[in-house]
């Protein structure tokens, strides 16, 4: 792996994203399905490109939507949908297109108060929390973020009434006809305009950020985190959770300071990644010079990555703590002092996760569960308890879930 000479640098303005020249390409473009590289294609959670080479547009949106609301009416999904954006630039144009789509097929949608910005884990936790106790009328979600990928990125996720990410039996219905919608011209996609749209009697507006952080108390003991009165540094990144932070130190009086609450799609702030590209990795120490500059001004840093769904974190001893040593420390920690936790529980890792974490739990006697690169691999175990699951990840404070991700 050839490491550029620009790496951990600022971003040079040559290799900002033109934002005008992608959008226009995401209204312009038409994509040519037997080029396998235009094709809807799920990865790990979603579909993801850029507009720029015709791998993510509004036709692919429209195709992709039409065809998750076709799963709802075959799978007999009556409740909301629950939709987020990132900040990524073609997150507001995919969003707005996605809507027609959903008004045009009367879905109940559930979109931000304020326009706020929408972290993955708070549509999980919005979904869970409507279904809670419901067996039937559920309710479902798309996320519009490319996670950590580049400015130029656009990414899709479609999440299933479980809350996680929908897996392999639902994302490869929902592709083979979303092709098949594209490969008609979009024959058969019903849409309504936007502005009617937004005033359509299906399209509410959902508080995502006081929803998710009145509940955050419910899972995470943040009175230990206020008596400690740990000095905090949480750097949003310019990403979907740029807003919640600061509720979060006020409702919970927290000692954390939020160092900058600057939106910017070209995500210009930030250092260059290994290859010298911009990627909000929070796993890298090229793309955290400016968190781990943080190092010594506070007790902990903390940042994320766009969606906020991955986290790092940034001591005084060490600077960045490499995310498998942070997990195998934390899993050495939690099951020797979780009295309540049964001897069965396995932890769950990916393939790519390092082999510390096999050696900690078979030295406390737990079991492993190993499973492809993708968090929706987890979410059938994490949901019924049958495996006895705990999932330990890089996830950051406010969020309950992980998706681990790869560019497309």
Request: proline share 6%.
């Amino acid at each position: 792996m050839k490491i550029s000479s620009a790496a951990g640098k600022p971003a040079d303005p040559s290799i900002l994203v033109n934002v005008p020249r992608l959008i226009t390409a995401y209204f312009a473009q038409r994509p040519d399905v037997s080029v396998p590289a235009q094709k809807v294609a799920f990865g790990t959670s979603g579909h993801r490109g850029s507009s720029l080479n015709c791998s993510f547009n509004e036709w692919h949106i429209l195709a992709i939507t039409q065809a998750i609301c076709l799963y709802r009416i075959k799978e007999n999904i009556k409740g909301p949908l629950f939709l987020g954006i990132d900040t990524h630039a073609l997150s507001e144009p995919a969003a707005a297109t996605t809507l027609e789509v959903l008004a045009g097929n009367e879905v109940e949608v559930m979109i931000a108060a304020n326009n706020e910005y929408t972290p993955t884990p708070a549509v999980s936790q919005a979904i869970l929390t409507y279904n809670k106790g419901r067996t039937d009328g559920l309710a479902d979600g798309i996320v519009i973020t490319p996670s950590h990928n580049p400015p130029d990125d656009g990414g899709f996720k479609y999440n299933a009434t479980h809350g996680g990410p929908a897996g392999t039996d639902i994302t490869s219905w929902v592709e083979k006809k979303a092709n098949e919608l594209l490969e008609n011209k979009l024959k058969g996609v019903i849409r309504m305009h936007y502005e009617k749209a937004l005033r359509a009697s299906t399209t509410h507006r959902f508080d995502y950020l006081n929803h998710y952080v009145d509940d955050l108390k419910n899972v995470i003991n943040l009175d230990v985190i206020r008596d400690s009165k740990i000095n905090i540094g949480a750097d949003p990144l310019g990403g979907a959770g740029v807003h919640y932070w600061g509720p979060i130190a006020d409702k919970y009086n927290l000692n954390l300071h939020v160092v900058s609450d600057i939106v910017d799609p070209t995500f210009r702030f930030m250092s260059v990644d290994w290859d010298g590209k911009i990627r909000m990795d929070p796993s890298s120490s090229y793309a955290m010079q400016r968190l781990i500059g943080m190092k010594d001004k506070y007790d902990i840093s903390v940042a994320c990555d766009t969606d906020h769904d991955r986290h790092s974190v940034v001591t005084k001893s060490v600077g960045l703590v490499p995310p498998n040593h942070y997990l195998a420390t934390c899993i050495f920690y939690l099951l020797q002092n979780r009295p309540d936790w049964k001897n069965e529980i396995a932890i769950g890792k990916t393939l790519v996760s390092s082999r510390m974490i096999d050696r900690v739990t078979k030295k406390l006697n737990h079991r492993l569960y190993e499973v492809p690169v993708g968090f929706k691999w987890f979410v059938d175990g994490l949901i019924d308890g049958s495996p006895g699951l705990i999932r330990l990840a890089t996830t950051s404070p406010i969020t309950s879930a992980r998706e681990e991700t790869t560019s497309k």
